[in-house]
């Protein structure tokens, strides 16, 4: 068939990700004409990427969303021009693809006898749930991609539905004005309508979305983008597996899924991405998977030692590294200089030890990296870097040492599981950040752990010129500031220009500016394109497990998870600190200590109860 095709793009920060040109010159193939539509302005570099795939491109002001994209691209083509055309593809942005060819889909679409169709669909339903004054939703096909060929492109009623498209206004107005009403409309004055993906071969109203594992298992050539920002309850109560649906595309398609990666930390929530798409491994302590990694990765070391007397401890861990590693080190004084190197000399899988002793202490180990060990991230001699410090904690007893043992444990364990990591950076190349997930035994993180430092990180993230969602209640982080990472997923962080002086008299308090750093590393790599991905030994798998669900029974169960007290009134104080300090360190710093004062008055009386 001779095509055209009119493809709607939006994007608020005027970038075209290589997804959709990959999307694009996917389908260049098979139409005579491309045609792109943009809402909203697009920058120099992403306009003339555009124009060397397309054939026209048209940047107009972002009103009407992908609706009046469309009506743009058929009023710009003209209706005389249509009639050259036996088919009009129209589609948008909001899917991957093509997950599997689509010479497949259009093979099987162009024996089908219809007026129009599309590749995927949602069927009936009852009640309505977006018009109460309806009964019933109608079937129809989803608008991220339908056809429409020259008996219905050029027909009256086709050019009268696009002219007296009413205004769109919101996202719901293109659903209740146009793709739930389109199909039916024409349907009912007598054109013949197919589908791609067929819902009625599946047991949901939506399988490109609710099913999409299965419409992956049967080659579906889209993914659609939502699933990694929806609702993570909603894939929850559905049971909605994109995580199967990823390994499906890995292991069956040539789809490159780092196009995923390196575009959906962009629009995406990072706890909600890393919820939906399970970006979690648990990798095996005990046997390496073969690395194909053609050229050994060039790895540094950089380790913050303000405890000497953990220097023997840190380095059992370091050297379950591959050998041929950097170690560099980062203290406060020449006297603790002189007893890490005494450790140190035994360091037999280092290609050489570096000992800096840093010009101020304030800021402690963040400090010491971002100043001190800047240029090492920054000249490119690197390709990964593994970033530790001497973490006692001794203001948290024995949830310290716990605390510790999550960090090094789950990021050096053993030669194996290291070796493992490593793997995970050689097969993904959108993978720019490895830590361990949250810290949750012994520290009462779930669901609230800014701790008052998320103004900080937006203020932050406004001067480093972040591009990125910030989490609305427990932000992806690595805490306790030790993790993996590619240099290039982290240059904007060490690239800015800190200066002792940013963190004199910082206190290690949240609300401080090392705490703000700490939680803001994660939205760094996913800014530059990269995503995280979070790591546990099959030990600590187990563990976190575990205590999760049971913390979870006692929530369910109307107890408050935190520490297994089962006192309402700690609950209800629990719940007036999280509204009242949430937005503002001030507050925060003001009522922590009555705060610990009335949960301690809490525990008693729990305990006597």
């Known amino acids: 068939m001779k095509r055209l095709a009119i493809a709607f793009h939006y994007d608020e920060n005027g970038k075209v990700e290589d997804y959709y040109l990959h999307l694009l010159e996917s389908l260049k193939p098979f139409v005579e004409h491309m045609m792109v539509v943009s809402n909203g302005f697009l920058d120099e570099e992403s306009a003339d990427r555009v124009s060397q795939i397309v054939d026209r491109l048209i940047v107009r002001e972002n009103r009407g969303f992908d609706v009046w994209a469309y009506k743009a691209g058929l009023t710009d083509i003209g209706w005389e021009r249509l009639a050259d055309f036996d088919e009009v593809l129209?589609?948008?942005?909001?899917?991957?693809?093509?997950?599997?060819?689509?010479?497949?889909?259009?093979?099987?679409?162009?024996?089908?006898?219809?007026?129009?169709?599309?590749?995927?669909?949602?069927?009936?339903?009852?009640?309505?749930?977006?018009?109460?004054?309806?009964?019933?939703?109608?079937?129809?096909?989803?608008?991220?991609?339908?056809?429409?060929?020259?008996?219905?492109?050029?027909?009256?009623?086709?050019?009268?539905?696009?002219?007296?498209?009413?205004?769109?206004?919101?996202?719901?107005?293109?659903?209740k004005k146009h793709e739930t009403v389109f199909t039916k409309h024409f349907e009912d004055i007598g054109y013949r309508c197919s589908v791609y993906v067929d819902p009625n071969n599946y047991k949901t109203n939506y399988p490109v979305l609710m099913e999409v594992d299965k419409t992956i298992e049967n080659r579906s050539p889209i993914l659609k983008r939502r699933l990694f920002f929806q609702d993570t309850l909603f894939l929850d109560r559905e049971a909605i597996n994109l995580p199967r649906a990823l390994c499906l595309i890995e292991k069956n398609s040539e789809y490159d899924l780092s196009l995923v990666w390196r575009s959906i930390g962009k629009v995406a929530k990072p706890r909600t991405l890393n919820s939906n798409s399970a970006l979690m491994s648990v990798l095996s302590d005990e046997v390496a998977e073969v690395n194909m990694v053609e050229e050994p990765f060039r790895i540094a070391v950089i380790a913050h030692i303000f405890y000497p007397e953990m220097s023997g401890e840190m380095l059992a861990y370091v050297e379950n590294i591959p050998a041929g590693y950097d170690l560099i080190v980062t203290t406060d004084t020449d006297e603790k200089k002189a007893m890490i190197e005494v450790s140190m000399a035994g360091a037999r899988g280092a290609n050489r030890v570096i000992i800096h002793v840093v010009d101020s202490n304030d800021g402690r180990d963040t400090s010491a990296l971002l100043i001190s060990c800047r240029d090492y991230v920054l000249n490119g001699e690197y390709d990964l870097v593994c970033r530790v410090h001497s973490?006692?904690?001794?203001?948290?007893?024995?949830?310290?040492?716990?605390?510790?043992?999550?960090?090094?444990?789950?990021?050096?364990?053993?030669?194996?599981?290291?070796?493992?990591?490593?793997?995970?950076?050689?097969?993904?190349?959108?993978?720019?950040?490895?830590?361990?997930?949250?810290?949750?035994?012994?520290?009462?993180?779930?669901?609230?752990?800014?701790?008052?430092?998320?103004?900080?990180?937006?203020?932050?993230?406004?001067?480093?010129?972040?591009?990125?969602?910030?989490?609305?209640?427990?932000?992806?982080?690595?805490?306790?500031?030790?993790?993996?990472?590619?240099?290039?997923?982290?240059?904007?962080?060490?690239?800015?220009e800190w200066k002792w002086s940013d963190f004199a008299g910082a206190r290690h308090k949240d609300g401080s500016l090392p705490y703000a750093?700490?939680?803001?590393?994660?939205?760094?790599?996913?800014?530059?394109?990269?995503?995280?991905?979070?790591?546990?030994?099959?030990?600590?798998?187990?563990?976190?497990?575990?205590?999760?669900e049971a913390k979870l029974s006692a929530f369910y169960s109307g107890q408050s998870p935190n520490y297994g007290v089962k006192s309402a009134f700690r609950v209800l104080v629990l719940a007036l600190k999280r509204a009242t300090t949430r937005r503002s360190p001030f507050l925060f710093r003001i009522l922590r200590p009555p705060y610990r004062a009335i949960i301690a008055v809490g525990n008693r009386l729990a305990r006597k109860a």
Request: charged share 20%.
């Open 90 to 175: 129209l589609f948008n942005h909001t899917f991957y693809g093509p997950i599997f060819p689509f010479s497949e889909m259009f093979s099987q679409m162009d024996s089908e006898a219809c007026d129009f169709w599309g590749i995927s669909a949602h069927r009936a339903m009852r009640p309505h749930p977006f018009n109460s004054m309806k009964s019933e939703l109608p079937f129809h096909l989803n608008s991220h991609f339908i056809a429409v060929r020259k008996p219905l492109h050029q027909s009256e009623a086709f050019k009268l539905y696009w002219q007296q498209m009413s205004r769109i206004d919101s996202y719901m107005d293109s659903i």
């Open 391 to 496: 973490k006692k904690s001794p203001q948290d007893g024995a949830r310290g040492d716990q605390f510790k043992l999550h960090m090094l444990d789950n990021l050096l364990y053993s030669k194996a599981y290291v070796e493992n990591i490593i793997r995970l950076f050689a097969e993904n190349s959108a993978i720019g950040l490895v830590m361990p997930p949250i810290v949750h035994i012994g520290y009462p993180t779930m669901g609230n752990s800014w701790f008052g430092n998320k103004d900080n990180v937006a203020l932050l993230a406004e001067e480093l010129g972040l591009k990125i969602h910030l989490d609305d209640d427990m932000p992806v982080a690595p805490y306790g500031g030790m993790y993996w990472f590619r240099p290039l997923a982290l240059r904007k962080l060490f690239a800015h």
């Open 517 to 548: 750093i700490e939680r803001i590393v994660a939205y760094v790599a996913l800014d530059a394109g990269y995503v995280f991905r979070h790591v546990l030994t099959p030990s600590h798998a187990a563990r976190n497990y575990t205590m999760l």
